[in-house]
């Protein structure tokens, strides 16, 4: 299951920035000017999991694949976007595309680069964003709502129902809020998945700070000076010490990452995208490979084995199953069978973060 992030924001926010450090890559130009980039910057990172490191140890395979995550770094977005203004356009076109939106927000001042509002206020500038974002949505419902209700008209009952939502949705957006916010009942929210609304994706906040903000600066406060509450996703970073952490030995990087509470942006981003998404990982172990791959939580086994392959959800037998805890406390497969820790399940089974699975199918 791909998982898209797109990095968004003011220009001269940090975003090119941070998209290289989370990459690796110098590959998106980040100068001191809007509109620095244009055409959307794409990198594909490995998900960080101590859990594959310790499986790969054990069973020492001849192959090592990890989960993927792609970062995608999308043109600055500027107020009066949604009417094509800067590069709004652009911009709204390749957000539409990611699963979940990595809103950079600068918290840092610098005399040298310049804010295009003149000044650094991380409320405004999310605002600005936000707003540009809802009045994209207001467009794509407005012309949506003429469509549904000719529709409506002729009878047909799931456009009658289709039609009281968005007009309901219509309203919300109208009064300054994110779609996301407004409450649903669950058939609802099964219409909602058939519309591409920006202000339902789900949101992390990435305040990019100065390197002594990141040591003086709290969470819960910034959180607060943001408008935000305690169900947003926030993460400190400080995208010039992560892309600088790129030029660092391996040792080296540790050393450093240690001294700052042990985990790197990429890990908090990607721990935060995946909680959001509701996204979980079970692994399959053996001496051709260790691999991790992703689910939605709540996934049924066929539903995993079809992560693998479609002939492997059509074919479903059953799944054998060890927690990864097991797994490693029995020393492997053979231990953790002999200790009756391996479990053969069926269709309804719901797979569990970490599960090492093996699939039984006949097509």
């Known amino acids: 299951m791909a998982l898209r992030i797109g990095i968004v924001g003011l220009p001269n926010v940090g975003k090119s920035t941070l998209f290289n450090a989370l990459t690796g890559s110098r590959g998106a130009q980040a100068a001191n000017y809007p509109f620095c980039t244009i055409d959307p910057n794409i990198g594909i990172v490995e998900v960080p999991d101590e859990r594959l490191q310790q499986l790969t140890a054990m069973v020492q395979p001849a192959k090592v694949i990890p989960a993927t995550v792609e970062f995608v770094d999308i043109a600055g977005l500027v107020k009066g976007a949604s009417k094509g203004e800067g590069l709004g356009n652009k911009f709204l076109a390749a957000i539409r595309e990611v699963n979940t939106i990595c809103h ?24 600005t964003i936000e707003m540009e974002l809802i009045l994209a949505d207001l467009e794509h419902i407005g012309s949506r709502i003429g469509k549904t209700t000719s529709a409506a008209k002729t009878g047909d009952k799931e456009k009658q129902k289709e039609l009281a939502l968005i007009t309901r949705l219509q309203a919300h957006l109208e009064s300054g809020n ?104 079970f692994f399959t172990a053996g001496p051709k490979e260790v691999r991790a791959w992703t689910v939605t939580r709540g996934a049924t086994a066929p ?59 006949n097509v």
Do not use: W
Not at 321 to 342: M, Q
């Open 303 to 361: 539903e995993a084995a079809g992560v693998i392959h479609t002939d492997f959800q059509k074919g479903f037998i059953r799944a054998e199953t060890i927690a990864y805890e097991d797994f490693v406390a029995y020393g492997g497969e053979l231990g953790a069978k002999e200790a009756g820790k391996l479990r053969s399940e069926g269709k309804e089974y719901i797979v569990k973060d970490g599960d090492v699975m093996h699939f039984r199918f």
């Open 104 to 127: 950079v927000v600068r918290a840092f001042d610098h005399g040298d680069i310049i804010h295009v509002d003149g000044t650094v206020e991380p409320r405004r500038d999310r605002e």
């Open 178 to 281: 994110m779609a996301s916010s407004l409450p649903m009942e669950k058939e609802e929210r099964q219409i909602m998945q058939q519309i591409p609304l920006l202000t339902c994706k789900p949101i992390l906040y990435a305040i990019n700070v100065s390197e002594s903000q990141l040591n003086t600066v709290k969470t819960e406060v910034m959180r607060q000076q943001m408008g935000l509450t305690e169900n947003d996703e926030l993460i400190l970073i400080c995208a010039k010490i992560e892309e600088d952490l790129q030029d660092l030995s391996i040792e080296d990087r540790r050393e450093y990452l240690s001294s700052m509470g042990g985990k790197s942006g990429l890990d908090q981003l990607i721990r935060a995208a995946y909680a959001a998404l509701g996204y979980i990982t």
